[in-house]
């Protein structure tokens, strides 16, 4: 069974076209066609159900999914194995962060890592904790950036404390305090970044039992951000991630402090890769200053 294939029918499954996965892989769509249908041979099922609107999987293609993803996996990892024996790193990695981290840690971070690894390709992917706990129970990345996830399914690495600050209007009469008493949420209009999907607005929410009037829902914290500007409400969220925005939100420490940990989820960092484990380390000496060994 050769990874070619194994690549072509996990693209194909997150895709849902054949000739979108062409256009991915580099290849005709003739030929993705042919190495899907040779990899259905040589299972003895069909993993795809094919339409006009392209290809969706079957109820074994679904099984297969885990399974085939770690062939690719092994496949790649012995790849960057071999040519680190050889003096050479390369191969790919997919990496899973926060919309904030990605904006303003990975530029600085990629560019570290391209420096010293110009043969590893690097692909994103953004999203919330939610999200993020699939890609790793799916083992669709190499790791994440963001919050602890839940459970002890992963290896966690703490990287950096951030506090978590309230947002107010400048004419909120609190915008020019030392301290916003946390309880005070409960008294405010509040706007909700993504509730129910275990944000870290979420989680402080629930860790201390609060229910504020949330009088309106967004999808993002840029967002939430320009409505608080506008007056229509309170919020808060991590310091780190209005760092370069240049509204006008007072950003006032909580009472008592809220802080959230951030660092990076791995699958599994024994089984890791090469190159996913340079990267890592590469990513705690740019954010921290300091080396890390794994």
């Known amino acids: ?94 990496i899973g962060c926060y919309y904030s981290i990605s904006a303003l840690w990975m530029p600085e971070i990629l560019t570290a ?3 010293r690894y110009p043969g590893v390709t690097v692909r994103m992917q953004e999203g919330g904790n939610l999200e993020m706990a699939r890609w790793l129970n799916e083992r669709s990345v190499d790791c994440c950036f963001g919050a602890q996830m839940h459970g002890d399914k992963y290896d966690w690495l703490p990287v950096f404390r951030d506090e978590l600050v309230a947002w107010l209007p400048r004419g909120h009469e609190l915008a020019a305090a030392d301290v916003f008493p946390l309880m005070r949420l409960q008294n405010e209009p509040f706007i909700h970044t993504s509730p129910n999907h275990d944000t ?21 914290g840029f967002t939430t951000y320009n409505m608080v500007e ?41 089984e890791a890769s090469p190159a996913a484990k340079k990267f890592i380390a590469c990513a705690i000496e740019t954010v921290t200053g300091g080396e890390k060994s794994l």
């Open 1 to 94: 069974m050769e990874a070619v294939k194994c690549e072509a029918f996990l693209a194909a499954a997150e895709l849902g076209s054949l000739t979108a996965t062409a256009e991915l892989l580099g290849y005709t769509q003739s030929g993705v066609t042919r190495m899907i249908g040779t990899l259905e041979e040589e299972l003895g099922f069909p993993l795809f159900l094919r339409s006009k609107k392209g290809v969706q999987l079957t109820e074994n293609g679904k099984l297969m999914l885990p399974l085939l993803r770690e062939v690719v996996r092994a496949h790649h990892n012995a790849e960057q194995l071999s040519a680190e024996i050889g003096g050479v790193s390369k191969g790919s990695l997919t």
């Open 113 to 115: 890592f391209r420096a």
């Open 200 to 220: 870290d607005q979420d989680r402080l929410l629930e860790q201390h039992d609060l229910h504020p009037q949330t009088c309106f829902t967004t999808r993002d």
């Open 230 to 270: 506008a007056g229509l409400g309170v919020s808060f969220n991590q310091r780190l991630i209005s760092r370069k925005w240049s509204g006008t939100v007072a950003e006032v420490p909580f009472d008592p402090p809220q802080f959230v940990t951030l660092g990076i989820s791995v699958p599994s960092l024994r």
